[in-house]
């Protein structure tokens, strides 16, 4: 396996400067998850991993070894790309040996390790079957297969689960995850979706607009964001945000008037997490303008002085109605709040009580 390094490595298209400065330390075996939107270099990074891309500058290492001119082919990485890419005039058994026929290894082992690949995704029983024969989900394991053959020392995932359903996410995701552990290969997921991020790898990177907004544990990233954008990304429902203006221990939104702790810049913004939200006999007054069942929790929208706040709450029956007046309350230890100017996190500032001042 290995220790990847990202040491200031840029890369541009031209003029447009696409990644400007990246500097990451991934250890032999650990399972990271690049996170962020369209556009915020995610997949332009693995495709440096993978040989696609050259670095414009920096140095990419692979176990302290640069391999910035590393062919592709010579670095021993297995990739599953988000639309599979199988040979569709080749068998199962054909697409998964592919990769093996330009690793000069003899008919025998390249067998061998065909059929060991083939069980360890479980399609050992489609071998003779085509791509067109196969469904999503078998064919997402065929990729996975072949990306494993090669027993390589860097496993890269781009987008690979997007072409599933929800349920089979849910399944492979769980499978993907157990399956890194049993292998103990260095994997780097790509990925839009946080959900995927934060359930299967052990340390989140959040990427925006070329940079790194956070790197840490899904934990760290969902109850400490350091910035506005990975408070907003990371979560869902997405976290309430409100502006307001703070002074002398005192910060106002809107209507709204709360005690605060710690030191705080004159313009912030408020985070607070639906799921932490809860109704009660005191607190903010609000009035219910929206219900949405979710199964197993409600969703409620409900104006406020200090504007709309979701609030998720617990039971597949609603149990206020749209037009109901109700009553939030909160923990002042899950209040984030933030410099409205820099979108960076005041790690000592909270609410001093529940409800308004």
């Known amino acids: 396996m290995a220790r990847i390094e990202f040491r200031h490595i840029e890369k541009r298209f031209g003029d447009v400067m696409v990644i400007p400065d990246m500097n990451i330390d991934i250890p032999d075996g650990e399972f990271v998850a690049l996170l962020g939107p369209s556009g915020c270099g995610k997949s332009t990074s693995l495709f440096m991993l993978a040989g696609v ?8 290492l692979f176990d302290g070894h640069r391999v910035n001119e590393v062919e592709a082919r010579d670095r021993n990485v297995g990739i599953v790309f988000q639309a599979y890419a199988l040979y569709p005039h080749m068998t199962v058994r054909e697409n998964i040996m592919f990769p093996l026929r ?8 390249a067998r061998a390790r065909v059929l060991e690949a ?36 860097l496993l890269l995932l781009d987008e690979p689960l997007s072409n599933l359903d929800a349920t089979l996410r849910l399944t492979m995701r769980s499978e993907i995850k157990s399956l890194q552990r049993r292998l103990g290969v260095t994997t780097i997921l790509v ?13 989140v990177i ?34 309430n945000l409100v502006d307001g203006q703070a002074e002398n221990g005192h910060l106002r939104a809107g209507e709204g008037t ?32 929206q219900v949405e069942p979710m199964g197993r929790e409600t969703l409620y929208e409900v104006d406020t002085d200090i504007g709309t706040i979701r609030v998720l709450e617990a039971g597949s029956t609603a149990a206020h109605r749209i037009d109901g007046q109700v009553k939030i ?29």
């Open 191 to 203: 990925t839009h979706d946080q959900i995927e991020a934060t359930t299967m790898a052990d340390r």
């Open 118 to 153: 083939a069980e360890l995704v479980q399609v050992s029983e489609l071998m003779d079957r085509r791509p067109s024969q196969l469904s999503g989900g078998q064919q997402q394991r065929v990729a996975l297969a072949r990306a494993l053959v090669k027993q390589p020392q």
């Open 258 to 289: 709360f005690d605060v702790t710690g030191s705080l810049p004159r313009r912030v913004t408020v985070g607070l997490r639906a799921e932490h939200m809860r109704f009660g006999d005191a607190g903010m007054p609000g009035r219910v303008r």
């Open 329 to 357: 309350a909160f923990d002042r230890g899950d209040t984030l709040i933030f410099d409205s100017d820099t979108g960076r996190l005041v790690p000592d500032a909270h609410f001093a009580a529940n409800g308004s001042a």
């Open 206 to 239: 959040c990427m925006n607009k070329g940079e790194i907004e956070q790197i840490g544990s899904p934990d760290d990233l969902y109850l400490r964001p350091n910035t506005l954008f990975v408070a907003g990304f990371i979560g869902s429902p997405p976290i």
């Open 102 to 109: 330009f690793k000069k290894v003899p008919p025998d082992e």
């Open 53 to 60: 891309y050259l670095p414009t500058g920096g140095e990419l």
